[in-house]
């Protein structure tokens, strides 16, 4: 016993060192004291220790694998040895595991024959599956090879030692696995070989590297072909092993395609053959998922989707889109599973993004896009494509209609495929998208084409008239870009919108030099570009939608932020005490300042000018220091706009302009319709003679069947309207005076006005009803003055009898008492009568 614990004190020792040949040393020890004998041929006492000795041999075995897995540089846990070594525990698959190490490891030093041999042994002693080394020295020679080196030098101290890489050789390689197959039935063969697979498309090294691939795919082909020669076509797995072979044989056509093209590249330039296909499924038995529809475009790389083509990119980037190379590529859209025309697309595709990245200009439409359109099966195909094409093209330009046109055709083509097969509501939804989306677009660019071609036709309008009408149409077709469904309508509103405001800004900015005369053609122009619209789509009524706005600026004003003047009222309120304190502080003030005057006497000291320090400017000024200048060079503590008076007269100014730029031109804005008398004597006044109003009835009927007849009646017509509402009877309401701009007749919708404060129904309600505000009517007057000459007013007020007094300046008191009104008004004072 005491020698027993002499012995076992020395094992932990030399376990724990990792001294394998102590550990040798220690075992064989311990065998020969339980199986030697003495001299005189009796046996020792341990003999009889049957589990000692066992241990020992078991050590003993562990111990020499230890060894060789250290020299072979393979890590283990050497507790896991003496663990139960079943199949199914975590001790049988790490044994398994070291086992496959030790083939990886070996076969760098041993060729592939000693490498299995010792694999088996270590199989052997352990209880390993007997195919373990097997699959695992196939995968290893099936596997891409760590570095490009063929020869790998193991060097040390004394020599230096060349091990020869079989992966390097495929010949060799196939070789001996050829012969590793043999020894495994033919379902192991499947299983390591479909692994091998899938684990050499994983790894990037070898993605170029395509007589490989082809090697393995063949061998994994030829098994495939020997399991369906015994396999039953009633059996369940039988389609599941057809589909699997497709994919076999899509990837073998793949490499002989991509192989005879790119034999005398540069390895650089070469395409990588593994992201051409997505990984096979794990399970192969397990039913395949429908084949996905790619994109004619492609994917997006950020999109995280599976794109076949997306490797192709770079190779028909640097060709620059050759037919030669995308002729030699053609047949891959067949093996990837891809509709015939999508590489030419492809080529397209990244022959365009090429020429845009780099500022050059993209080729034309008939020799670029069409050839390549011809080529795609599908409608739906050539409508994303011909969309796709339209936005790279320059915006407006003849090209990007052309491809829109092509695009609108196709979609509506696949529209109604879909409508018609039984694909489901989902792909029906899809394509009614497509061509409301591609419909907007066209539309839109084809308006866009026509309004510039308002100016192709007035070229002999002056050069600011043409930049101003150019920033017009830049910021409406800016805003009709941006909304998501384009609507013909909206652009002919924001035409008028944007138009006037910019005429008004210009007319009332004394130093832009923008005359009436200016107005009056930049007018011309808007209006001719709202009745082109007009005429192509017949919904659209210009006079309408002028009419709209006119109510709306004539009630409410234009102004855009309405809150601006509230504002500056609210700062000048003062409360009543703080107004007396005011005045009676100034009233003082004013007193003694009066009484000083008359006691004080003004006396100046002339000797502080006179001096002889005095230093007088000359005539060079310094204009760093700003010295020297003039009295008209001095810059003004005065801001246009900064009272509340000048803010209201701008604003009713530029509000004034703008209707006057709506109805100047605008066609259709007068009704032809007759008004009754009834009407027409509702706003007389009660002081007025009955015979003057019978002659006033007479005339006006007279003056409106004769409207029509010639064009210089046209500012009669405005002049009526609009003084109808200056010298319309106090409380009378919007309707009853201008019940024209309330015309249901037209088509155009209330609701594009979107400025409007309330929603178009409510807003139009409450107009209705609203009395006539002198705020409205001093509009009015000052839209009449800009319309109509001094004689057409003062003849419709004769006419019209709205006044006895016509002079020549009954007109000029007419509007300033309209706007002292409005002001009193304003202010919320009630109006002397």
Known sequence: EMAFKIYQAALPSAIGKRDYSRILTLTSIGEYCGVGTFSSGARFPWSKQRRFIDQCDELSCNAAWWDILSEYGVSFDPSVFSQSMDSKSSAGQTMRGYCEKLVWSASKKLDPRST??????????????????????????????????????????????????????????????????????????????????????????????????????????????????????????????????????????????????????????????????????????????????????????????????????????????????????????????????????????????????????????????????????????????????????????????????????????????????????????????????????????????????????????????????????????????????????????????????????????????????????????????????????????????????????????????????????????????????????????????????????FVMDIGIISSENQNWSDSNRDSKTGAGITSSEEPSALRSLSSLRESSDYLCSRVALRIAFLICFAEGYHRLTESSPEKDDENIDVNVKRHNMRSRSKLARKTRQQSNCFEGDLALRHARELLGIVFARQGSTIASTYEFLFDESSTCNDSLLSSLPESSAKEKFKTKSKALSFAMRHRALRVATILCPQEVIMRVISEEVHSNDIGNDHLNKCAFGSFVAMEIESMGLPLPH
């Open 116 to 601: 299995l041999e010792l694999a088996w042994r270590f199989a052997t002693d352990y209880a390993l599956n007997k195919h373990t080394p097997i699959t695992g020295l196939i995968e290893y020679l099936l596997s891409a090879p760590e570095d490009s080196d063929i020869f790998k030098t193991n060097s040390d101290e004394t020599h230096f030692n060349k091990v020869f890489d079989i992966r390097h050789d495929l010949n060799q390689t196939e070789t001996a696995v050829r012969e590793c197959m043999a020894l495994l039935p033919t379902l192991n063969r499947n299983v390591v070989l479909r692994k091998c697979v899938i684990n050499l498309e994983k790894d990037q090294r070898c993605a170029k590297d395509y007589d490989r691939h082809a090697m393995v795919l063949q061998l994994y082909r030829e098994c495939l072909n020997k399991l369906s020669g015994v396999m039953k076509k009633s059996d369940a797995r039988a389609k599941a092993h057809e589909e699997e072979m497709r994919r076999i044989e899509r990837r073998l056509q793949s490499i002989v395609i991509i192989s005879s093209i790119f034999e005398k590249y540069q390895s650089e330039k070469k395409p990588e053959y593994t992201k051409l296909f997505e990984q096979l499924p794990r399970d192969p038995s397990l039913p395949t998922r429908n084949v996905v529809e790619f994109s004619v475009l492609g994917n997006d790389a950020a999109e995280n989707v599976f794109d076949p083509l997306a490797p192709l990119d770079s190779v028909l980037q640097d060709e620059n889109g050759s037919n030669s190379i995308v002729a030699a590529l053609a047949p891959l859209c067949g093996v990837l599973q891809l509709p015939s025309g999508y590489l030419h697309a492809r080529s397209l595709v990244v022959r365009f993004r090429k020429l845009k990245a780099s500022g050059s200009v993209l080729p034309p439409f008939e020799s670029a896009i069409v050839p390549v359109a011809k080529k795609l099966k599908t409608s739906k195909d050539r409508a994303d494509l011909a969309w796709w094409c339209s936005l790279q093209y320059d915006a407006g330009s003849v090209e990007q209609l052309k491809c829109l046109d092509m695009a609108h055709a196709n979609a509506t083509e696949a529209s109604d495929e879909a409508e018609t097969s039984s694909k489901g509501s989902e792909e029906e939804k899809i394509a009614l998208e497509r061509v409301k989306c591609v419909d907007a677009a066209r539309a839109g660019l084809s308006d866009k084409i026509l309004v510039d071609e308002v100016l192709r036709r007035n070229q002999s309008a002056s050069r600011r008239v043409k930049v101003l009408y150019k920033s017009v149409i830049d910021e409406v077709q800016q805003r009709a870009h941006m909304e998501e469904n384009y609507h013909p309508e909206n652009l002919v509103q924001s035409l008028l919108v944007e138009g006037s405001l910019s005429a008004a800004v210009a007319s009332l900015d004394g130093t832009d030099g923008f005359s009436i005369h200016h107005f009056r053609l930049l007018a011309l122009l808007v209006h001719d570009a709202c009745k082109s619209l007009s005429n192509r789509y017949s919904h659209i009524n210009v006079g309408k939608c002028a009419r709209l706005l006119t109510r709306r600026w004539l009630v409410y004003g234009d102004d855009l932020e309405a809150d601006f003047s509230s504002n500056l009222r609210e700062e000048d309120i003062v409360t009543e005490g703080e107004k007396n304190n005011l005045e009676e502080r100034t009233s003082t003030s004013v007193k003694h300042d009066e009484e000083s005057e008359g006691t004080s006497e």
